[in-house]
């Protein structure tokens, strides 16, 4: 059962919506975006920025706004809505120091005006940082990426029903079992992209004036491999060799990425989410869980079908 609202001031519509409804969630760098089709109506009247709402089987499962609309021939209007994270999109400067990531989206999300919800304290403080003509997508994800390359921590952040929150990734499991059973077809990928198997880390040491170096690496994966090195110079007030070893073990992996087609629904998947998945990939038998990349939730003739992009431990 799906309800579809439209609100433009004090006037409450629930349009005749034309099949497909289409729902696209991200685990970073893009808002939800609902895409739909209405018939024009005489009674029918909203704009740009009315507020948009889906609830599927009382689930509340989007809150956002117009953004855009474009008529056919047929007279049916399709509408593109995206959730209060599109505000993100937009560039700023900011200068801050001693912050941790939870802190930084909190003082850009009150700049915005925008909601919260449940935040968890990320911890780790960043030092400094000046981002200076950014998308405040790309400054909170460079809080969140030293975050997570000095602690080995993922955050998920997402925007639930009009509330921003953010969560550690083992909060995002869900009981879902992704198998042959569930799935129409699917496309599996494998690549040294982005993979690296030796670390190596530079400080510059202002009171001896010598480099300080720290290397983290997998001997075995570089006879394997060779050496695929990831290189950075870091602050002074960093702790070198925990970096590299945090690096190491977040990296030190091929990048695995799954597409299955044609996935039973479930209106809680959402990118960031983690999916027990038990599929046999004719080379290897996977079990694990998987971090949902992309999500696309088709809604058709009381069907209710998603798109996956998945990846992880293989």
């Known amino acids: 059962m ?9 006037e409450l ?5 034309v099949d497909p409804i289409r729902l696209t969630r991200e685990r970073r760098g893009y808002p939800s975006k609902l895409e739909f089709s209405v018939p024009k109506e005489a009674t029918l009247g909203f704009s740009e920025g009315n507020p948009v709402r889906l609830k599927v089987d009382e689930d509340r499962t989007f809150l956002g706004y117009v953004w855009s609309k474009s008529r056919n021939k047929d007279g049916l209007i399709r509408i593109v809505a995206y959730d209060q994270l599109k505000y993100f999109t937009y560039k700023d400067t900011l200068v801050y120091q001693k912050k941790k990531a939870s802190e930084v989206i909190r003082m850009l999300a009150a700049d915005q005006n925008l909601k919260l919800g449940d935040m968890v304290d990320t911890k780790y403080i960043i030092a400094k940082r000046v ?3 950014k998308t405040l997508f790309d400054i909170v994800y460079d809080a969140l990426d030293l975050t997570l390359q000095n602690t080995g921590k993922l955050f998920i952040l997402y925007d639930n029903f009009g509330r921003i929150e953010l969560k550690e990734l083992d909060e995002m499991k869900l009981d879902i079992l992704l198998s042959a059973d569930v799935v129409c077809d699917y496309d599996y990928q494998s690549t040294l992209d982005n993979t690296y198997n030796q670390i190596k880390l530079i400080k510059e040491n202002k009171e001896s004036g010598k480099r300080e170096v720290y290397i983290a690496r997998d001997s075995g994966n570089i006879k394997k491999w060779g050496k695929l090195q990831y290189f950075d110079i870091i602050d002074e007030k960093t702790s070198g060799q925990n970096k590299a070893n945090a690096l190491l073990q977040l990296y030190n992996k091929p990048n695995r990425t799954l597409r299955f087609q044609g996935v039973l ?7 960031g989410s983690l999916i027990y998945t038990v599929f046999n990939l004719g080379d290897i038998i996977l079990k694990n869980y998987m971090m949902v990349e992309q999500v696309t939730h088709t809604f058709s003739d009381n069907e209710h079908r998603m798109d996956l992009e998945v990846r992880g431990k293989i």
């Open 2 to 10: 799906k309800e579809l609202l439209i609100q433009n001031e004090k």
């Open 13 to 17: 519509f629930a349009p005749a919506v």
């Open 131 to 133: 981002q200076d003509n």
């Open 265 to 271: 629904g479930d209106v809680r998947v959402r990118g």
